[in-house]
């Protein structure tokens, strides 16, 4: 899938970019920039795609993403829903953005900012912050967006030590992973990319979506692996594993409805789905989330 690229905007008065966002459409593209980016969603749930990952996100998640890696957070339909007894689901968001060498060339090479350093190289894979850093880290992000001065540096630095110094961090994109930017080819990309979120849960043929693409199936097999490194249909079934565990995680359907509302119409093509791609089965992953 190729990302967009977005112009990160900045002010005069600060070095780097501190924000809170409550609406859960805020750069909702496939998207990527050359600045660092510290997001803390205190509020929110959906799906996430980052670099070649795709897994639910969830309240209190925390991710440091790395220089031109590329990320999209889907929320749920139900944020986008509202009736005359229902109102819309909130979001609340935290985002920081920042150049890795906005406090000069040769601060990061300084023997006393290892620690930051290799964080900052860990994260070209994005890390997701887990545990008991979590809530400590999640709440510096809060207070930095309304922080001037120098306090604002360092607290960003404070934020960046201890996420090194976390023993629950785990990396979200594989080693692998790159991605080659062509700005022509964006807009193709992205239709195939949002037609197979709206549509996951029925059957998606490869005349359907070379359709979309406006390519023939042999045609837009070659192009869909060359991109992305992986086939159209496993593409979707991770899509329809995230929405699955997503369900799991939330405990009110049956598995077996899990599996029909994921969009596959086989249980044990399910299963074996969801094993591969997360190495348990559905009622594993559903034990080892709750415990």
Same mark, same amino acid.
């Given at each position: 899938?190729?990302p967009q690229? *977005?112009?990160?905007?900045?002010d005069?008065v600060?070095?780097?970019?501190?924000?809170?966002?409550?609406?859960?459409?805020?750069?909702?593209?496939?998207? %990527?920039?050359?600045? +660092?980016? *510290?997001?803390y969603l205190?509020k929110?749930?959906?799906t996430? @795609?980052?670099?070649?990952?795709?897994t639910p996100?969830?309240?209190g998640d925390?991710i440091?993403i790395?220089?031109?890696?590329?990320?999209y957070?889907?929320?749920d339909e139900?944020?986008?829903e509202?009736?005359?007894?229902?109102?819309?689901l909130?979001?609340?968001?935290?985002?920081v953005?920042?150049d890795?060498?906005f406090?000069?060339n040769?601060?990061l090479?300084?023997?006393?900012?290892?620690?930051i350093?290799d964080?900052?190289?860990?994260?070209?894979?994005?890390? #997701?912050?887990?545990?008991?850093?979590?809530?400590? +880290?999640?709440? #510096?992000?809060?207070? +930095?967006?309304?922080?001037?001065g120098v306090?604002?540096?360092?607290?960003?630095?404070?934020? *960046? *030590?201890?996420?090194?110094?976390?023993?629950?961090?785990n990396f979200i994109?594989?080693?692998?992973?790159?991605?080659?930017i062509l700005?022509?080819?964006?807009?193709?990309? %992205?239709?195939?990319?949002?037609?197979?979120?709206a549509?996951f #849960?029925?059957?998606?043929?490869?005349?359907?979506?070379?359709?979309?693409?406006?390519?023939?199936p042999?045609?837009?097999?070659?192009y @869909?692996?060359?991109k992305?490194?992986?086939? @159209?249909?496993?593409f979707?079934?991770?899509?329809?594993?995230?929405?699955a565990?997503?369900?799991?995680?939330?405990?009110?359907?049956?598995?077996?409805?899990?599996?029909?509302?994921?969009?596959?119409?086989n249980?044990?093509? @399910?299963?074996?789905?969801?094993?591969?791609?997360t190495g348990?089965?559905?009622l #594993?992953?559903?034990k080892?989330f709750?415990k």
């Open positions: 899938m190729k690229l *977005l112009k990160v905007s900045k005069f600060h070095s780097f970019s501190a924000r809170r966002d409550t609406t859960p459409d805020i750069n909702n593209r496939w998207h %990527y920039h050359p600045e +660092i980016e *510290l997001i205190k929110g749930h959906g996430q @795609f980052l670099g070649d990952s795709i996100f969830l309240d925390l440091l790395g220089s031109n890696l590329p990320h957070w889907q929320f139900a944020y986008f509202a009736s005359a007894t229902k109102q819309k909130s979001a609340d968001v935290v985002v953005h920042f890795q060498n406090w000069g040769e601060f090479n300084l023997p006393e900012n290892k620690l350093r964080t900052l190289e860990q994260a070209k894979r994005g890390i #997701k912050i887990s545990g008991e850093a979590q809530q400590t +880290i999640g709440a #510096k992000i809060e207070k +930095i967006v309304n922080q001037e306090s604002k540096i360092i607290c960003l630095m404070e934020i *960046l *030590l201890n996420i090194g110094e976390s023993k629950d961090n994109a594989s080693v692998g992973f790159q991605h080659n700005e022509n080819e964006k807009d193709r990309i %992205y239709t195939i990319y949002k037609y197979a979120l549509n #849960k029925k059957k998606i043929t490869l005349e359907e979506i070379s359709g979309i693409a406006n390519m023939s042999n045609s837009f097999c070659r @869909f692996k060359s992305t490194r992986k086939s @159209f249909s496993t979707l079934n991770e899509i329809r594993v995230s929405h565990c997503k369900l799991l995680i939330e405990n009110e359907l049956h598995v077996k409805e899990i599996c029909y509302e994921s969009g596959f119409y249980f044990s093509s @399910f299963h074996k789905c969801f094993k591969n791609i348990k089965n559905p #594993k992953y559903h080892s709750k």
